[in-house]
């Protein structure tokens, strides 16, 4: 099963803007990550926040995690075109990763 | 430094065909992972090897087996191949600390058909 549920499914902006993505889950976890998948490419790694941290920057991402609402949030600033791409959360429990279904961005130039 | 690598990147077989993917890592990872994204999902994980020498089962491992051949080397086997198996498969590795707090390293798939 799925423990990360991902929000929204697809997202569509201008370049420039803000893009938030959110992410669910169910149990209890080591760390929470973030990666990213373009077209037909495996996943990157994006950003780690273990679960007792509360908020992780790097570059022109934002990453909160809140154990208690088991929830986190990603938060990619001034988008560009080339932040196009699927982004996926996975939380990891025991070494192994959960992950969510992922949010399709799309910046518009 | 290749980081993952996987062959064949694509690949069509006929039901009832047998096929070996290959992942090989030259990070020095002591973790590999096998896992499958079918369109629309995130990966599902198949089959790992914490260390050398280890391998368990992940959330769908039916159909399938794996070799933890060295430290470098990891293949997952279609025994009989089904249409259901229709996917594309990623193997990564990860960097054993006692912290568990380490990414995963992803190859970049291999595209599998079954007819």
């Known amino acids: 099963s799925q423990q990360g549920e991902e929000d929204p499914q697809a997202l569509s902006i201008q370049e420039g803007e803000n893009a938030t993505m959110n992410c669910s889950y169910k149990?209890?976890?080591?760390?929470l990550q973030w990666y990213r998948q373009n077209s037909g490419r495996g996943l990157v790694h994006l950003i780690l926040i273990r679960s007792n941290e509360r908020e992780k920057h790097s570059g022109r991402l934002r990453v909160t995690l809140d154990t208690s609402k088991k929830s986190s949030s990603l938060l990619i600033t001034a988008s560009r075109a080339a932040d196009t791409a699927s982004y996926f959360c996975?939380?990891?429990?025991?070494?192994?990763?959960?992950f969510g279904q992922g949010t399709i961005l799309t910046v518009h130039p | 430094n290749a980081g993952v690598t996987q062959t064949p990147k694509f690949q069509v077989l006929k039901t009832g065909q047998s096929m070996t993917l290959q992942c090989a890592q030259d990070?020095?990872?002591?973790?590999m992972y096998w896992y499958r994204q079918d369109p629309g999902m995130g990966l599902r994980l198949i089959y790992y090897s914490a260390s050398e020498g280890t391998t368990d089962k992940g959330e769908v491992p039916n159909g399938y087996n794996v070799s933890r051949l060295n430290k470098r080397e990891f293949s997952l086997r279609l025994e009989s191949a089904a249409p259901s198996q229709t996917s594309v498969y990623f193997c990564a590795s990860r960097r054993k600390s006692d912290r568990l707090n380490q990414p995963q390293h992803f190859g970049d798939g291999t595209r599998l058909s079954i007819l």
């Open positions: 149990t209890s976890i080591n760390n």
């Open positions: 990070m020095n990872h002591n973790s």
């Open positions: 996975a939380t990891d429990a025991s070494g192994k990763l959960t």
